[in-house]
């Protein structure tokens, strides 16, 4: 069984703070993404890899980097975390590109910042 | 623009009942279409996947249809149960990336 793990299943910052979300999977899989789940807005896209040091930039990127150095670990980084970055975090990662892949998730990180 | 539409409204359906859910999308030809579904503090988790040239899947208890004229996709559930409570996602292909609906939220009555 695919396994993704995620660094934290709660997290509190204060404004500001930068913070670092770890996900690491453990299929040998090519691509790894990130996503933000808020009530009423669904699952959005911020960033991706396909590939160890490659990173492309999702549907709302701003604010945050990614750094993928490992080929089973992928970081989420908010520079200076705002309150409007609250929210579900979670990291997926698949074998291969587009829909045909099945995305394998991870359990999620709730991130609070006050 | 791109669009995908599930009930947002919750769905109650009784204990032994078929669950129908829908997604609809807009502006798309998709190839394949997945259902996730997702427990309350979870990640979602893959179901079924569907091709465009696929009318119908089945697993078990679960169907799914696609039709891509109507550009809707329908998901059911046969001799439904309490632990079939959840929400499920359904998800589209878009530029060699995954886009997800909102999601509907299913509660099974006993």
């Known amino acids: 069984d695919v396994k993704v793990t995620q660094s934290s299943r709660y997290l509190v910052k204060r404004t500001g703070e930068k913070v670092f979300l770890e996900c690491v999977q453990d299929m040998d899989h090519e691509n790894m993404f990130w996503y933000r789940q808020d009530p009423g807005l669904g699952l959005r896209l911020i960033y991706f890899?396909?590939?160890?040091?490659?990173?492309e930039k999702g549907d709302i990127p701003e604010g945050y980097s990614v750094s993928r150095e490992k080929k089973e670990r992928f970081s989420l980084i908010l520079e200076s975390a705002s309150t409007n970055q609250t929210s579900m975090y979670l990291c997926?990662?698949?074998?291969?590109?587009?829909?045909?892949?099945?995305?394998?998730f991870g359990p999620g990180t709730r991130l609070l910042v006050l | 623009s791109q669009k995908i539409e599930q009930n947002s409204e919750a769905l109650n359906i009784q204990e032994g009942k078929t669950a129908t859910l829908t997604c609809n999308y807009t502006?798309?030809?998709?190839?394949?279409l997945q259902w996730y579904r997702q427990d309350p503090g979870r990640g979602p988790v893959f179901l079924l996947l569907?091709?465009?040239?696929?009318k119908e899947k089945r697993k078990e208890r679960l169907k799914v249809t696609f039709d891509t004229t109507l550009k809707q996709s329908l998901f059911h559930i046969t001799a439904s149960q309490p632990a079939d409570s959840a929400t499920y996602l359904c998800a589209l292909d878009r530029d060699d990336k995954i886009i997800f609906g909102k999601g509907t939220r299913l509660h099974i009555l006993p």
């Open positions: 997926a990662s698949s074998l291969g590109r587009g829909i045909s892949e099945t995305q394998y």
């Open positions: 502006n798309y030809s998709p190839a394949y």
């Open positions: 890899s396909y590939d160890v040091k490659m990173k």
């Open positions: 569907i091709r465009e040239n696929e």
